[in-house]
């Protein structure tokens, strides 16, 4: 069975930084997309994250480049979501996500439109001005 599992999250007051960790179980951890999804109330779920679990390369949405980093553990198969600079417009319920059994991504690079199939249960990120 498919886990992933994101400790982390928390409050924090603007200009402040948090670290999202996500420990993936239940499959081999192949080469495919893996990142972070987040969700406002009232605003639709974006992409902010991703990263090609086969090799390194990253995707970020605009709204974070330069102030989110995401990196991953692949002895660990835990991927990690470093946040800086945090805005109140950060705040948003955050989601790993995965793609388990949909097809490996063969060019290595992961956008949000390519679909997720593994979603963990989610960590609150609540930003104060």
């Known amino acids: 069975q498919v886990q992933l599992v994101e400790p982390g999250g928390g409050s924090v007051q603007a200009g402040g930084s948090l670290r999202l960790s996500c420990a993936a179980s239940g499959y081999t951890y192949n080469s495919n997309c893996m990142g972070w999804f987040r969700q406002a109330p009232g605003k639709e779920r974006e992409g902010v994250a991703l990263i090609y679990t086969g090799g390194s390369n990253t995707y970020y949405s605009d709204s974070v480049k330069g102030r989110f980093t995401i990196s991953q553990d692949n002895a660990k198969n835990t991927l990690y979501l470093q946040m800086n600079s945090l805005k109140p417009e950060d705040t948003a319920m955050y989601y790993c996500?995965?793609?388990?059994?949909?097809?490996?991504?063969?060019?290595?690079?992961?956008?949000?439109?390519?679909?997720?199939?593994?979603w963990g249960q989610g960590t609150q990120v609540t930003v104060s001005s």
């Open positions: 996500a995965a793609r388990v059994y949909l097809t490996a991504v063969l060019t290595g690079q992961c956008t949000p439109e390519l679909g997720f199939d593994s």
